[in-house]
DNA sequence: CATGAATGAGAATTCATTCAT
DNA sequence: CATGAATGAATTCTCATTCAT
């Protein structure tokens, strides 16, 4: 902690260390719904998992709701912010697809709480969050099938392909494969699997035709 | 209704009632707890569901969490055993994976509740049910496993094909586009739908190969 | 307790032990509001001072304010309907006046925890209860007025007296007397004191024109 | 402002910013208190209404219960030292009376939230201020008291007026009166109304003997 | 079988107060 | 003087479970 202060108290950074506790209750609020769920999670937990007064996250966010909001925002927000990157750095759709697959499965793997959490929130109704939820998933989705739609118009895929239904497709695939890879302890390398994601889908896009 | 008990409850009938009355619980707990998720979802909420008194469940069930793990015990059971007789009843591996497939996605979509509850508990840890979620999850996992290798073994499928992957990928992939398109009250028909997800595997694995 | 539930018993009195119960916990909760104030009284205090658990308390009660509602309500509806049988039994307004300060004053005499906590939320803004304690209020004030009006058109009260205005002040005069009186562990009887006050208002009302 | 007070710092002006501090804080303290209670006013909610910080508050101020005993013991203490002052001025009794009741009434429309927090803390027991609470009180009451004595004296009231009696009603009667008054957003006038209080305690006391 | 009142442990949230800067 | 992050004890409210009837 001593380090990170210095290093971040020196330009004026007022506010720094607010941003700084924010941050660590977050992470630890992460681990602890992914763990457990989110009604599952106690805020006592996550308190506790950062080393904090419980007082200290209500001073922080204002309520428990709030946080996970907060960590479903961020985490796909960023998710969203590398998609666009990668669709304007690749040169063609199927490689943009190709690296949305590979940013979202290591994610998962670097975060599989987020992935969790993520993955058992997207069908849940009636939260507080349901609605930034609905939009971040919405982008996501868009991103992909805009890549999808390109990947079409340059001829690249089948032209039959749905690209509503196979965004979705691509999204709970990954999701799926990476949470099971990564709780098999199994000798499955992350390269080794991804390598099978991409596989798996360029056949299913390009098919039969050639 | 009292007509038929009296005719019948002399008998082995004796526990009719009961086991209706078990199944009505079980019924509103699956809607309630695919809701809110089991952590969510209250004893009070089920038993008002379900129209019955709070005692009558204690009654039939130890507790909440025995009603959790029988519904998703007797889903996956039913769905395993469906695919069992599907394996049997087909002519080769393809034909069944596509009517397991079916199978599956018809079931979420008829009843959404125990999609959401079956993939919200997917990935919990520490649950009671854990053990026998993680059993049921491999058996039906196997299921998919064999008609895979099975397709291969007829040469119907590209031989790179990594069976372990794509049986996880299958589950994932059906049940995040099912859940996805019974929410969107959109004008896909489940038919259209489960097209979709018939062709994408199909070209997925019969690939560019022929 | 054996005796009440044995009294009440008999009769098909089911859902006689819940209306016990309700009614043991609204007078442990007058009690402490009305000793603590309302946002000073704590829940536990209440269930404490009623003998039963805190859960108790929320099966009956949505919450604390819901309570204090009640009490409100309670309190202030029998004290109308009194009023109502009074004014109707009168046979002039000044009489009707007499027998609803006297009424009003033996009733804070002989619960001055209600009273309190009356006087102590009359011009309290933004509580759930706000709204039915104006309707109360109102309806309290608007019996005082008509027997004020009733006795101006009896000419028994002199013309320029404004029925409005000394509705109110009769109301906080009784409540503020009576509440000091009882403090002062005085040696001012009750009956002493509730003369006073008809006195002082028989004067103001009839005054000098005789 | 600034050259004001590098001017004046040198002296006993050294608690002038200090000084304004405090009031700031104080007249902030009323307004909140005023509306929520004691206990439902948060000391966040006082320095936000002031405009300074949380840290602040506490170095003017030992505790939130200090700032409230100060609020009470300052506005009672003026009240008390002008009715000191009218008591001097006034030529009779019934004169002196008049002053201070107009004195009370216009006090308390011109600041609403003193007058709620005075009244809901008058019959509260068990807070740290209650003892200087009841000093100010009687204090107050001696002073209305002692022109009662006095008008008696001079032969301008019944002599069957109970001074003590009458000293806690008029408190009451002003209080009350003037608080509704003031939230009827009615056409009312703080004239009219004064008016009314006085010809009622007139009438009241004079009576019928003339 | 069936009811619903009752319990108590635990969870979320609030808030006066302290303290390093 | 001034700030606002941090604390922890107290408080409201929830909920699985039990039990008398």
Redesign the interface.
């Known amino acids: 902690m001593g380090r990170v202060r210095e290093a971040v108290s020196r330009q004026g950074e007022k506010g720094g260390k607010a941003r700084a506790t924010r941050a660590l209750l977050l992470d630890a609020a992460v681990k602890v719904i992914g763990?457990?769920?989110?009604?599952?999670a106690t805020v006592d937990e996550i308190v506790e998992e950062a080393g904090v007064s419980k007082g200290l996250a209500y001073y922080h966010f204002k309520s428990k709701a709030e946080m996970a909001e907060s960590i479903l925002d961020t985490g796909m927000g960023e998710l969203a912010d590398e998609f666009v990157e990668i669709a304007a750095c690749a040169d063609s759709g199927p490689s943009a697809l190709v690296g949305m697959i590979e940013r979202f499965a290591v994610k998962i793997f670097e975060n599989k709480e987020f992935?969790?959490f993520f993955?058992?929130e997207?069908?849940?109704?009636?939260r507080v969050w349901s609605g930034s939820m609905r939009e971040n998933e919405e982008r996501l989705l868009g991103l992909i099938r805009d890549q999808l739609a390109r990947a079409k118009a340059e001829g690249l895929i089948?032209p039959?392909i749905?690209v509503d239904?196979?965004a979705?497709?691509l999204?709970?695939?990954v999701?799926?494969?990476s949470?099971?890879?990564i709780?098999e302890k199994a000798a499955v390398s992350k390269e080794a699997?991804i390598e099978?994601?991409i596989?798996?889908?360029r056949?299913?896009?390009?098919?039969?035709e050639?």
């Open positions: 763990r457990k769920g989110y009604t599952g992935g969790r993955v058992s997207l069908w849940r109704e009636g089948r039959e749905d239904f196979e979705v497709a999204v709970g695939m999701l799926t494969t949470l099971y890879y709780d699997f099978n994601i596989d798996f889908v056949h299913a896009n390009v098919g039969t050639q």
